[in-house]
């Protein structure tokens, strides 16, 4: 019994001594770092509503600096930003809470995650003029066989209505 008594409290006090102290000062260090660990799903909800943010602020220089390094040397993006921002009918006037998530499995190698893609969409993008569209991207957050892809490869700009049609021309088929 005292054996038994013995082996309760030793557990009892390495339990306490190693969970108190050593935690306390990592959640301690942690929450005062300016290094805070942003899960892969928060970063793409933050692309996300940038992208958005140079939509509703017409930014064109700033939506083309969020774009892969390729993406970016491959051709002027002026004329095609323009007509996305002229594409939307309208000052919006509402939308949904812009969603991003990563997209598919992200590919892993001898050194960790290799490659990961992150998408994002905001729906019911109302404008003052009724209409209403979805914007959705797709970008890669890691690509270790090509660090000049991270960044956005590809945005688009959907009118609800014509997307309505189109879905209902497909279930026909």
Known sequence: MKKLFLIAITLIMCVGMSACTPVGNILSKF??????YITPDKQADNLT???FECF???DSEE???LFSKNIQDSYEHDTEIQEAFNYIDGNIISYDKPDGEIQGESRRG???VTELIFGGKI???ETDKGK???ISFTSYAINKDDENNVGVLSIGVID???QKKSDSVSDYK
């Open 31 to 36: 929450e005062n770092s300016s290094d805070k």
């Open 49 to 51: 509503l940038q992208i």
């Open 56 to 58: 509703l602020d017409k």
């Open 63 to 65: 939506l083309k600096s």
């Open 110 to 112: 001898e050194k960790g």
């Open 123 to 125: 729906r019911n993008i």
């Open 132 to 134: 209403v569209y979805s």
């Open 160 to 162: 609800s209505e014509l």
